[in-house]
């Protein structure tokens, strides 16, 4: 048996210690040997969880980098800002690297990370969970089974559930597109799928619609205050409650209470202070400076002419993504969060119009529909040299996702199609 793939975890936050228990669960796979974070309280409470050696703990990947390689592969957990500056000393430094998305804010950066990987020869997954979700890959098998043909035509919508959009993306650190446009923030798993449905064929034409219209203050409703829990008359009432949504139904903590993080074991009342004064996700979500859409659709010419659309809607009642593929023989039809899909076929017999098949997955709902764990242990079988799953592709399906974001924001802000260059 080959031994465990050694990794140095850099950025020891959610995500990061999250793809990095595995090694916890499987030690036979990984075994998490350094870590690289500039917050003391994350680097030692990862030090204890994975027994890491005091010399090998360091504030940054620079730092890291500096060092002769003491492992096979970094598992990169930064904000988003920080991935291309730290994945590009790790990579030059030997490291293989599973990078969480989104890879970057822009199109200058992911240009310089896709050169870098190529002249380094290095091996750079991206954190595209999704890919390994049972629905996703299910339907991928079925098409490169050639069930429905020739595909043509997708579309695929992700609703963002009203919690989930005040949390991250209108109280939370994804609120300004300074730090991501909220296509890249939210739906680079749905733009990626695109990609790797369509795997080797280039998308070379964007266009976009969106707006922010629903979270401004125009739109805050009469006795609307500035934070939940000081001077709002309707907090009671509304949805986006702080009370509600992060002290009674206790949602989205990590995000939350990031602000008191440095009290060991904070209590109630230590929270409720926190939402009255200066959490910012006290605050009233009609009235912050957020700047992201809060809708957006998307149009995708590929260069073989098969269409794709993309629409994400927040503040939704019930979340979830829906997909529909259509090709020359059949078409796709589900809902993730349901764990099936429907599969359909012309049928011009005698009473008939089309035959249906239904198709249900037994998914364990771990994060992101059972995805995380089975990239990072396909990210241990890419670092040993050995057979990738079908959800592993070229870094150039990763990279046209990402590309598809930011001609999409560009498109929508100029009110033009804009093409995507040829990079293969």
Not at 295 to 300: A, D, F, G, K, L
Not at 301 to 330: C, L, N, Q, S, Y
Not at 331 to 345: K, L, P, S, Y
């Amino acid at each position: 048996m080959s031994p465990p793939v050694t990794a140095v975890i850099v950025g020891a936050g959610h995500r990061g210690v999250g793809y990095s228990r595995l090694s916890l669960n499987k030690p036979e796979l990984l075994d998490i040997v350094g870590v690289a974070d500039p917050d003391p309280i994350r680097r030692h409470k990862a030090a204890e969880m994975f027994d890491i050696p005091e010399a090998n703990q360091y504030e940054t990947a620079q730092e890291l980098a500096q060092f002769p390689r003491f492992a096979d592969a970094a598992i990169n957990g930064t904000m988003d800002l920080d991935h291309v500056p730290t994945t590009l000393p790790l990579l030059e430094a030997g490291y293989d690297v599973l990078l969480e998305k989104p890879i970057c804010p822009n199109r200058e950066q992911l240009l310089e990370l896709l050169n870098t990987v190529r002249r380094t020869g290095r091996k750079l997954m991206i954190g595209h969970v999704l890919r390994y979700a049972p629905f996703y890959r299910a339907i991928k098998e079925r098409l490169l089974s050639g069930e429905i043909g020739d595909v043509y035509a997708i579309h695929t919508t992700e609703a963002v559930s009203y919690h989930h959009m005040a949390a991250a993306f209108i109280r939370g650190r994804w609120s300004h597109r300074s730090t991501n446009p909220m296509l890249l923030a939210k739906c680079c798993h749905d733009l990626d799928l695109i990609a790797w449905y369509k795997s080797g064929v280039r998308p070379e034409r964007v266009a976009s619609m969106g707006a922010r219209t629903v979270f401004t203050e125009e739109n805050a409703p009469d006795g609307a205050g500035t934070r939940c829990l000081v001077d709002c008359a309707i907090e009671p009432e509304c949805p986006y409650s702080a009370r509600k949504n992060y002290l009674e139904q206790g949602r989205w903590p990590t995000y939350a209470w990031e602000s008191i993080e440095h009290i060991a074991e904070p209590t109630d009342e230590d929270r409720e202070r926190s939402l009255r004064e200066d959490n910012p996700f006290g605050r009233c979500v009609y009235r912050t400076d957020g700047d992201v859409m809060d809708h957006q659709s998307v149009m995708i010419r590929f260069e073989d002419g098969t269409t794709a659309t993309h629409d994400m809607v927040t503040g939704t009642a019930k979340p979830g993504r829906d997909i529909h593929i259509w090709g020359t023989g059949g078409e796709i039809e589900g809902f993730m969060e349901d764990g099936a899909f429907v599969m359909r076929h012309p049928d011009a017999r005698a009473g008939h119009e089309y035959s249906e098949e239904q198709v249900d997955l037994s998914v364990s709902m771990d994060m992101h529909g059972g995805g995380d764990m089975r990239l990072v242990e396909d990210f241990v079988r890419v670092v040993r040299g050995e057979e990738p799953s079908i959800s592993s592709t070229d870094i150039l399906d990763s990279v046209y996702g990402h590309l598809i974001a930011f001609a999409a924001d560009d498109a929508m802000l100029g009110g033009r199609v804009v093409e995507i260059e040829e990079l293969g």
